[in-house]
């Protein structure tokens, strides 16, 4: 399952103003990523790989993922305490 959704580029700014440059987009592809970095559902290319394998300890974290997948990544933020914009 995989989805290109994206968060129109004006609100997207509005969050960096609230909660600083972020890290990395998790659940993302190249298609759709919203930071330079970031991390795939499925170990895409160029991706920092799997975003449920890879850690985001310390990390400044935007998510737009699939709504199937907000547990499973509240339960990640969670264990790696990062902080977090889920949208």
Do not use: Y
């Not at 995989?2 to 592809?29: I, M, N, P, Q, R």
């Not at 930071?35 to 310390?58: A, M, N, P, Q, T």
């Amino acid at each position: 399952f995989t989805t290109d959704s994206k968060l129109a580029d004006e609100w997207f700014g509005l969050a960096k103003e609230k909660f600083g440059e972020f890290d990395v987009d998790l659940c993302a592809s190249r298609a759709n990523r919203q930071v330079e970095r970031f991390c795939s559902i499925h170990d895409e290319e160029e991706s920092l790989g799997d975003c449920f394998e890879v850690s985001w300890k310390g990390l400044n974290c935007w998510c737009n993922p699939p709504c199937h997948l907000i547990p499973r990544v509240l339960a990640k933020a969670k264990r790696d305490k990062c902080m977090l914009t889920l949208v």
